[in-house]
Each structure stands twice: as C-alpha cells, then as structure tokens.
C-alpha cells in the first residue's frame, strides 16, 4: 500500500490533503496530525467524513495488517487535535503583531489589503458579519485578493486564544506568522466541511461581474 493512499477511497493525494495515523503501544489507533510519530502510518482523507467511515468499517485493522483498537469518537478526536494546534497558532500570530480585533479595524485590513484572512466568531451577528463581507467583496473588486472568512470557533474560544474579550470578529494579517495560522485554519475548516461564508461570497462577487457584464 502506497503511503500515501487513503485508506477509505484508495486514491493518492498530498500529504496536506491527508491524515496520518499510527498505532500506539496499547495498539490504539493515534491521530498524527503534524505527520512526525514514530512507527508505520496509515493515511485517511482529510475530513470527518471519510475518518468516521474508517473507523465505522474497521479500516485501520486492515490498513495495519493487524487487531487495533479505534478510540470512541475518533473523529471527534482529530477535529480537538486540529482545532487546538490552530488556536495555538493564532495566539503565537497575536504575539507577533499579526493580528487586527474588532470590526472597525478588520474591515480597514481588508480594505486596505493588509488580511491574510477574517474570522468571525460562531456568535457573530449578521450584521456584523455582512459588513465585513461586503468590504471583501469590494477588495476583489478593486483587484485585490479574494480574503476568506471562516467561522470556526467561539467567542470564548477567540477571545481566550487572542487574549480578549469578546472577540467577535478578527484579522490575520499577512506575513509569516499569518500563512502559518492560515495553513491550519484551512486544515480545520477542510475538515468541517468547508466554509459556507467563502462559497457566498464568491457566488455574490460572481453574480455582481454578470450583472455588470450584461448592463455592458
């Protein structure tokens, strides 16, 4: 077996679009999220999806060639891994500078071309959130870059990674400290599903182009 071949859909992918897992010392199925443990690893597609099928279908016992044990919830597991390696992150990024709170100065980075990327807390109002996604919308527009927008965590869970309170809405700037948040808030939301917000906006800023097309 390849790899890097998905253990559920057996086809071939980037290790980014993947999921290694390895077997413990009590012969528990291990998530390794950063793709660094020590031992034969098998490898799953990068969402819940095809995770709660491994483990439903007993996968990883054929995968590992022998009798291993898969942990209740296992995807329930690897999203508390993924979730808490990219909140980490967004605190180092808040360390370094990188990081723009609050709605007035989150819609000026993107305006001004300054975010990497937007998230909102899963509390945020309509409101607010529209108000930002507009300013995104009018960025792309202007020819700017397309900004994504992820929903992904809560207030608390913001504002405890940020150092805040109430952090609603938040900025990552570019830069350094900004794509490694980025690479893991893209890893989580892959996971989930993906992000409702960004296939809005991309629809509306299409919708928009058409429109002015046939006003042409």
Known sequence: MNDRTCIVTRRQ???DELIRFVVGPDSAVVPDIR?????????VTADRLHIDKAAAKNLFARAFKAQVTVPTDLGGMVDGLLSRSALGMLGLARKAGAIALGATKVESAVRGGLALFVLHATEASDDGVR?????RR??????????PAYKLFSEAELSLALGGTNVIHA??????AGRAVKKRMVALDRY???SPDDLAMLAAVADEDDAAEDME
């Open 131 to 135: 108000k930002i996604s507009q300013a």
């Open 35 to 43: 793709k660094n443990l020590p031992g034969r690893g098998c490898w």
């Open 171 to 176: 900025a990552v700037l570019a830069g350094d």
């Open 13 to 15: 992918a980037e290790p």
């Open 192 to 194: 989930r599903g993906g």
């Open 138 to 147: 009018a960025t792309v527009h202007l020819g700017g870059p397309a900004i």
